[in-house]
């Protein structure tokens, strides 16, 4: 899957009410079926977005504007640590809880006085 900026990630699952990702690196880093047969490359297509790897794209598909999302949040960078924390991982699976994160300032309580 290719990520895009991690915030737009985050408000897309906070939206659909989201608290966990679970990523399985069978998929976000399949290599068994040929290019264009991995569901990472589908995805690719679906969102008008060149293939990895050697070969050839379809006509009118453009190179991504951003990483892919597995990969970048595996690394740990600032960005994706802000918003993710890994709370599982094992051979297969890696499973980072979104950050629920306060906008503005806190709520007043019934007295007035802020909580």
Avoid: W
């Amino acid at each position: 899957m290719r990520g895009g900026p991690p915030r737009r990630c985050t408000r897309c699952c906070g939206a659909l009410g989201t608290d966990f990702v679970i990523l399985e690196d069978s998929i976000c880093f399949e290599r068994r079926h040929r290019r264009g047969c991995r569901l990472r490359d589908l995805l690719d297509v679906a969102n008008g977005h060149m293939m990895d790897g050697p070969g050839e794209n379809e006509a009118g598909l453009q190179p991504a504007g951003h990483p892919r999302f597995c990969e970048e949040i595996r690394r740990g960078l600032p960005a994706y640590a802000a918003l993710f924390t890994r709370v599982f991982q094992n051979k297969t699976f890696h499973v980072y809880r979104l950050q629920k994160h306060v906008a503005g300032p806190p709520a007043p309580s019934p007295s007035g006085q802020a909580r």
